[in-house]
Nanobody, 115 residues
Framework: QVQLVESGGGLVQAGGSLRLSCAASVTILSINVMGWYRQAPGKQRELVAGITSGGNTSFADSVKGRFTISRDNAKNTVYLQMNSLKPEDTAVYFC?????????WGKGTLVTVSS
């Protein structure tokens, strides 16, 4: 069982920045892929960014050039650095971990971007 705890959400003005953190209860070296998803009101959950155990990253087109994802293996933590935030980035952001056998979700952290 993997527990994920997100933090770092909040209210920010358009153009601002936030850094989200996702702390895992196990060593993230044992996790194949860690990612950030988001779900805006009335919309489906979507993948924002992912990072593999090898450090390969991927991003949704809507956030490319603005968001970065990184991991600190020593702290078992994955980060999502969000810059140049837009009102359409407003959503609940969820951390996700995928192993060979299962996937796990955090409870989410709310990001609100005001115009």
């Amino acid at each position: 069982q993997v527990q994920l705890v997100e933090s770092g959400g909040g209210l920010v003005q358009a153009g601002g920045s936030l850094r989200l953190s996702c702390a895992a209860s196990v060593t993230i070296l044992s996790i194949n892929v860690m990612g950030w998803y988001r779900q805006a009101p009335g919309k489906q959950r979507e993948l924002v960014a992912g990072i593999t155990s090898g450090g390969n990253t991927s991003f949704a087109d809507s956030v490319k050039g603005r968001f970065t994802i990184s991991r600190d293996n020593a702290k078992n933590t994955v980060y999502l650095q969000m810059n140049s935030l837009k009102p359409e980035d407003t959503a609940v952001y969820f951390c996700n971990a995928r192993t060979m056998f299962a996937q796990y979700w955090g409870k989410g952290t709310l990001v609100t971007v005001s115009s």
